[in-house]
C-alpha cells in the first residue's frame, strides 16, 4: 500500500488581487477528486492538500509533508500554477529524496518535457490519469503504464500515448470525502448559491477547436457520457456528504440535448434537492426551450454562455465551429431566461482574430445581452492551445514565466499581430465601465433579481470590493521556497512543440 499526499496549489496569486477576487472560485478540485478515488479503490491511503484558498506558504507544506510521511506526492497545475509546482518538487527532494513526487493537470500535460526540464518532478502524467495514477500507486515500473514522461538518468522518456477512458461508468466516485467541507463556505457567493459546492463532470471532451482552448489536451477530442443513472447517483452521494450545490465542468453538457435532458430526468427521480449550474461555459446553438426547462426543474440554476465575441468573423476565424452565432448568442439568453435560469456570459478580448473595432463589438454585444452576469477576459495563449503553438511558431511569446499566465494579467505576454498590449488592456478595463458600471440595463436587471432571489445584499457587498478592486493587475505576491534552484528551461533555444494529445483524434463516441 502506498501512502499518498495529492496537493492542488495556491489560487491566491491570481484570485487573490484583481476584480478576480470577488469570484474566488473556493471548492474542492475534482482532478484530484477522481485520481484519489481509483487509489483509494486499489487500497492505497490518500490524503488532499488543498491550498488553493489559502496564501502559498512552503513551510506549511513543509511542515505537512513531514507530518505526513507520504512516499508519492502528486502536484496538479493549470499554467499559473507552474510555478508553485515547480518550487515544491525542490522543496520536497529537501525533505526526502525517497518521496516520489509526480506531477499533472492541464500544464503538464500541455508541456510534459519542459515540465520535466523545468522541475524535480520524477514523472509526470499526460491527460487523463484515473488509472495510471492508481498503477503507479501499485508500484508498477513507469514504462508499463502508458501516458507518463519519466527520468531514466539524464533522459526524459515517454512510455506511450494512453487512450481515453471508454466507459466513465466504470469509475468509482470521486473521493469527495476527501475535502474538508468546513474550508468550502468561503466561496464566492456571487458564483454560488448554496455552500458548501463542489465540482463535478458528467461528461468529458469536446468535438470543437477554438483555438485559445486547452481542453482536448487532458479530456481528448470526442464525447464521452456517463448514464444519467451514473449521473443521478453522483447527486445523491454529493449530497448525502452534505453537498447542497455543484458545478459541472464539462465542456459541452448540453450539446447532446436528448442525453443532458434523460440526465436532468433521473437528477429529479432522485427526489433532492440539489442547485446547480453549468459552470463551464455551453455553447449558443444548444439552447433549447424543452432542455432549459427541464435542466431547471432538475435544480439548474445558471448557465454560462462561451459568447467571447460579439463580431461573427472573429468567431469564424478562431474556430468556434458549428452553429455558434451572434444571433444565436441573442437567442440563446432569451431561451434560458423563459426557463427562468440566470444567465451568465464569458467574453475575451484580444482574441488572435480580433482588432479594435472587433473588442468594441465584443463589448457593446455584451451590454446588450440581457445577462445576470458577465466576466470578460484577456484571451491568453495558454500552453495546450493551437493559439499558443501558433504565437510559439510566429515568435510572438514575449513571456515564459508562468506566474504571469491568468485571464486578468496585467504582463505583457504575447506580441498580438493586430493589437498592442497596451490597448487591450485598456479595452479590458473600458469593458466593465461600458457594460457593467455604465450600464442602467443590467443594473436594473441585477437590483431586480436580487430582491427577487433574495441575494440583493451579496450583490452590494461584491459591488463595493468591485468597485474598489482594479480591473487587471495587483496579484498577492508568491513567496517561493527556493526559485533561484529551479531548473530552468530554455524556451528561446528550445521553443515548444506541439503535443500529440494535441494533434490527434483519439475518441468519437
Ligand atoms: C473547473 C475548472 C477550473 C476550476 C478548477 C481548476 C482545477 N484545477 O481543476 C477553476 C475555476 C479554479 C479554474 C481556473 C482556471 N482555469 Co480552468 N478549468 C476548469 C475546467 C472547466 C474543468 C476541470 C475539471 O475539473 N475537469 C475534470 C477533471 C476530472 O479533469 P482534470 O482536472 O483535467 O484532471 C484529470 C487529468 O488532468 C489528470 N490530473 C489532473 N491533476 C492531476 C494531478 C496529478 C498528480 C495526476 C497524476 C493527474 C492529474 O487526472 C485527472 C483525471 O483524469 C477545465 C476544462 C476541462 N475540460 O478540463 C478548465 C481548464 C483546466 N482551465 C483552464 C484555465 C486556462 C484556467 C485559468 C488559468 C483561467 C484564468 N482565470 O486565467 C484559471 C487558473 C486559476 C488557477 N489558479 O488555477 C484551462 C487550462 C489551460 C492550461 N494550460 O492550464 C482549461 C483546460 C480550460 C480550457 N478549455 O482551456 N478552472
Ligand atoms: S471553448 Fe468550449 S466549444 Fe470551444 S473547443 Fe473549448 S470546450 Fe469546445
Not at 40 to 54: F, N, P, T, Y
Not at 272 to 280: E, G, L, P
Not at 428 to 450: E, H, K, Q, S, T
Request: aromatic letters at 12%.
Amino acid at each position: 500500500m502506498s501512502k499518498v499526499l495529492l496537493i492542488n496549489p495556491s489560487y491566491q496569486p491570481s484570485y487573490g488581487g484583481a476584480k478576480a477576487a470577488i469570484v474566488n472560485p473556493i471548492h474542492p478540485t475534482l482532478g484530484l477528486a477522481t485520481i484519489a478515488a481509483t487509489a483509494k479503490e486499489r487500497g492505497h491511503q490518500v490524503k488532499i492538500l488543498d491550498i488553493s484558498w489559502r496564501q502559498y506558504d512552503w513551510k506549511f507544506i513543509d511542515n505537512e509533508v513531514r507530518k505526513y510521511a507520504p512516499d508519492i506526492v502528486g502536484i496538479t497545475a493549470t499554467t499559473p500554477l507552474m510555478n508553485q509546482l515547480r518550487d515544491m518538487s525542490v522543496l520536497i527532494k529537501d525533505i526526502s529524496r525517497d518521496i516520489l513526487v509526480v506531477g499533472g493537470g492541464p500544464h503538464p500535460s500541455a508541456l510534459p518535457v519542459e515540465t520535466m526540464g523545468e522541475s524535480l518532478i520524477d514523472l509526470l502524467f499526460v491527460s487523463e490519469a484515473d488509472y495510471s495514477f492508481a498503477d503507479i500507486c501499485d508500484g508498477k515500473s513507469p514504462a508499463n503504464v502508458p501516458g507518463l514522461y519519466y527520468r531514466s538518468g539524464d533522459d526524459v522518456r515517454f512510455s506511450g500515448v494512453r487512450t481515453p477512458i471508454e466507459s466513465l461508468d466504470d469509475l468509482p466516485m470521486p473521493a469527495w470525502e476527501l475535502y474538508d467541507m468546513a474550508e468550502y463556505m468561503q466561496i464566492s457567493r456571487l458564483i454560488c448559491r448554496r455552500p458548501p459546492v463542489t465540482m463535478a463532470e458528467f461528461s468529458r471532451g469536446c468535438v470543437f477547436r477554438c483555438n485559445f482552448c486547452a481542453s482536448k489536451i487532458t479530456m481528448a477530442l470526442g464525447y464521452r457520457k456517463k448514464s444519467p443513472e451514473r449521473c443521478a447517483e453522483e447527486v445523491r452521494r454529493m449530497h448525502s456528504l452534505g453537498f447542497r450545490e455543484f458545478m459541472l465542468a464539462d465542456d459541452i453538457f448540453t450539446s447532446d440535448q436528448e442525453w443532458a435532458i434523460s440526465v436532468c430526468e433521473a437528477i429529479k427521480r432522485t427526489d433532492i434537492d440539489m442547485a446547480w449550474s453549468c459552470t463551464n461555459g455551453i455553447r449558443v446553438e444548444s439552447a433549447n426551450d424543452r432542455l432549459f426547462e427541464t435542466m431547471r426543474s432538475a435544480g439548474c440554476y445558471r448557465v454560462s454562455f462561451g459568447f467571447e465575441t460579439g463580431n461573427d468573423r472573429v468567431l469564424r476565424e478562431f474556430g468556434k465551429g458549428g452553429r455558434a452565432s451572434i444571433e444565436q448568442g441573442r437567442k440563446a439568453v432569451a431561451m434560458a431566461r423563459k426557463a427562468a435560469i440566470d444567465t451568465n456570459g464569458f467574453f475575451l478580448l484580444g482574441l488572435s482574430p480580433d482588432n479594435q473595432d472587433s473588442m468594441t463589438d465584443t463589448i457593446e454585444f455584451a451590454r446588450r445581452l440581457p445577462l445576470d452576469m458577465m466576466k470578460f477576459g484577456i484571451a491568453i495563449a495558454f500552453p495546450g492551445t493551437a493559439m499558443f503553438n501558433e504565437y510559439v511558431s510566429k515568435d510572438l511569446v514575449r513571456s515564459f514565466n508562468w506566474d504571469d499566465y491568468f485571464i486578468y494579467t496585467d504582463a505583457p505576454l504575447f506580441a498580438h499581430e493586430h493589437l498592442s498590449y497596451d490597448a487591450i488592456r485598456a479595452t479590458m478595463a473600458y469593458a466593465y465601465r461600458r457594460a457593467i458600471l455604465a450600464n442602467p440595463g443590467f443594473i436594473c436587471r441585477r437590483f431586480l433579481r436580487g430582491i427577487r432571489t433574495g441575494e440583493f445584499f451579496w450583490d452590494a457587498y461584491y459591488a463595493v470590493k468591485f468597485f474598489f478592486a482594479p480591473a487587471v493587475g495587483e496579484k498577492t505576491e508568491t513567496r517561493y521556497y527556493a526559485p533561484t534552484r529551479w531548473p530552468v528551461w530554455d524556451f528561446q533555444a528550445k521553443p515548444p512543440k506541439p503535443s500529440q494529445y494535441q494533434m490527434v483524434r483519439r475518441t468519437g463516441t
